[in-house]
């Protein structure tokens, strides 16, 4: 299993272009999200889909659109970079565990670093 | 989702137990206790998850003391791999991760 993947590990844009972040899962998992962490911070949630069809708005969601492709895949698109989301961005992917075994726990990517100049 | 506060940096040597503490005076009645990983440049692992009294694993334990208030994980006997940032988040009904800027922990020689 590879768990999730990302792709690609390290862009640079000039301010006004656009890319989409590519993020697979092949742990059948129902949830998937995107996350972006600037230095010395935390992560905040972009966007996530809690099932294939079905996306939402996380804490930061300004200037990003999702989609969720299927099951496996979850991409994140920037129509018009800015400097102020350089930043790395990680996908994660996760399950419901069964009532009473706790709660469900996230399966991180190895991350997309970006560079918006 | 409940706020929690935990110290920004801690110091230790190899060999020694290590002890984070988190606070979360606010935890909902159906959130867990989890805890993640970090290590430069890698997206976060979770370690271990508990909702009361102590949980063991083998990286980790995570102790929850009754009133649900506070929490400490542990990492007995740390290596200079456990060098890492360690994220503590209340979790509970749902999927939404809030995470802070966590605990830097650095182990030396």
């Known amino acids: 299993n590879a768990g999730v993947t990302q792709t690609p590990k390290f862009q640079v844009l000039k301010t006004g272009q656009s890319m989409t972040l590519q993020c697979a899962q092949d742990?059948?998992?129902?949830?998937m999200y995107w996350y972006r962490q600037d230095p010395g911070m935390g992560l905040r949630l972009i966007y996530y889909?809690?099932?294939?069809?079905?996306?939402d708005k996380g804490e930061v969601p300004n200037g990003y659109n999702v989609s969720r492709l299927n099951k496996r895949e979850f991409s994140l698109r920037l129509e018009s970079a800015a400097p102020s989301q350089t930043s790395v961005y990680f996908c994660a992917s996760s399950s419901p565990r069964p009532p009473g075994l706790g709660e469900e726990t996230q399966y991180f990517g190895p991350g997309t670093r970006l560079l918006v100049l | 989702l409940a706020k929690t506060t935990q110290p920004i940096s801690m110091d230790s040597y190899e060999g020694q137990e290590v002890n984070i503490t988190c606070s979360h005076n606010?935890?909902?009645?159906?959130?867990?206790i989890t805890w993640y990983q970090q290590f430069p440049s890698q997206g976060p692992r979770f370690i271990i998850q508990g909702y009361k009294t102590k949980v063991t694993n083998e990286v980790a334990s995570l102790f929850i003391p009754a009133d649900r208030k506070s929490s400490t994980l542990s990492l007995p006997r740390v290596s200079l791999s456990d060098t890492a940032v360690y994220y503590c988040l209340g979790t509970g009904g749902g999927n939404k991760l809030t995470f802070g800027t966590g605990t830097q922990l650095k182990v030396e020689l």
């Open positions: 889909s809690a099932s294939e069809g079905t996306t």
């Open positions: 606010n935890i909902a009645t159906n959130d867990y």
């Open positions: 742990m059948n998992h129902n949830s």
